[in-house]
Structures are given as C-alpha cells and as structure tokens.
C-alpha cells in the first residue's frame, strides 16, 4: 500500500500557465514534504520542501501547499516555462529517518 | 564538488551473475540510501545507512546486501542477480541534522540490466 500517492502520471500545461501537481499521503508521522525534479537520464534534483508544521512555502515560481487535514500537498509552478518538462516526485520524510516517493508525475509544458 | 558519485553508470549482468555497485560522496553526509526507480513505482528504498559500520533494510531489501566500511562510500551488491533486478539505482546522502529542507542529494543512477 503506497503511504504517498501521486494520482496523475502525466500532466500538460501551456507555457506561461500554472501547474498545479498533486500529492496525497497516509502516514501521519512524515516531518517534512518534498518535491523533487527529474530529467531523463539524471538524478533526482531537490525542488523544494515544507515542514509538517507550516501550510504554504514559496521559492520563487514554486510554491507547496500542505493540507494536513486532508494528508493533501500540492507544487504550484507559476508561470510554467518549458525548461519545467520534467518528472515530479512527491516525497516524505518520516521523522528524521526515511524518505518515502511516489511514482511520479510527468509534467508537459508546451510552447 | 562533486557530491554524489555512483560507478557504474551501466552494466549489462546474466541471471547468477554478481556485482556491485559503489556510491561515493564527498559532503561527509552521515545518512547514505540506494533506491531503485521502476516504471510507475517511483523510488523504492533498497537499504539505507545512518553512519559509517552501520546498516539497514528498506522497503525492498531482498536479493540485495551494503557494506558502509568508510563514512563516503555506499555499496550495493547483488549476489545472484535475477531479471527483476534490471531497473535504475540511485545512491544518496544528507546530512544528519538535514538542514531545513531535510533534502536528499542524489547521484546520476546506475541502469542495471539482467538478461
């Protein structure tokens, strides 16, 4: 049983336009959330993260949203460029230890 | 810097065969982590290590042993590899405190294929 979720492989936004990427979680005891930013052929890059304690962290176009309440985080990329085409990773640390994925999302951003 | 270096980036094994594969960082990270990426599966936690001499199982530990002998390197080995073991590893690090984003540092991946 996946303990995070990334419902939508794949995902196409126009450039210029928001992405809006999901994440669901089950785990309670995850202290931080994070995405990361794949390319073929490279290692997954650190996008950004917010802790279990905060609702909202901005890093320039980026933005995650946490909902504890519904166990929900969602990355908002505004505006979309096409250098953004890339896999998404959703990802949870479970207290100091561990990090949990999800299987992805591959965004599409079209020119 | 270099941080997080894994060799090799490719290798082609017959079922039986074994191998290893060797994770190096420069960052002197405590925490260490081979993950293995699967078509929709995203990245599974293979074994993990929390300091130099110390190791653990992950979520997907079976057919797989590591080594953490000095605190820069992580190995992987396969003592028998079967074909559900071809995949794309990764190796990363962090440090122990995580800083404030508590993030991973990841190599460019290994692409294993067991015929």
């Known amino acids: 049983d996946q303990q995070v979720k990334q419902n939508s492989p794949s995902l196409s936004v126009q450039e210029g336009r928001i992405s809006i990427l999901n994440c669901d979680y089950t785990n309670s005891m995850f202290d931080y959330f994070l995405w990361y930013k794949k390319y073929p052929a490279e290692g997954p890059t650190f996008l950004i993260s917010?802790?279990?304690?905060?609702d909202k962290n901005e890093d320039g176009r980026f933005t995650v949203f946490l909902n504890k309440s519904a166990k929900h985080l969602s990355l908002h990329i505004v505006p979309s460029q096409p250098g953004d085409s890339a896999v998404y990773f959703c990802a949870a640390r479970v207290y100091g230890q561990n990090f949990v994925f999800g299987p992805g999302t591959r965004l599409s951003v079209l020119p | 810097n270099a941080g997080v270096t894994q060799t090799p980036k490719f290798r082609v094994l017959k079922t039986g065969q074994s191998m290893t594969l060797l994770c190096a960082q420069d960052m002197n990270h405590e925490y260490m982590y081979w993950y293995r990426q699967d078509p929709g599966m995203g990245l599974r936690l293979i074994h993990y290590s929390v300091g130099e001499g110390t190791t653990a199982k992950g979520e997907v530990p079976d057919g797989y042993n590591v080594s953490r002998l000095k605190k820069q390197n992580f190995l992987l080995g396969l003592e028998s590899a079967a074909p559900s073991q071809t995949s794309v590893y990764f190796c990363?690090?962090?440090?122990?405190?995580?800083?404030?984003?508590?993030?991973?540092?990841f190599g460019e991946g290994s692409r294993l294929t067991v015929l």
């Open positions: 990363a690090s962090r440090p122990t405190s995580g800083g404030n984003t508590g993030e991973l540092f």
């Open positions: 917010i802790s279990s304690i905060k």
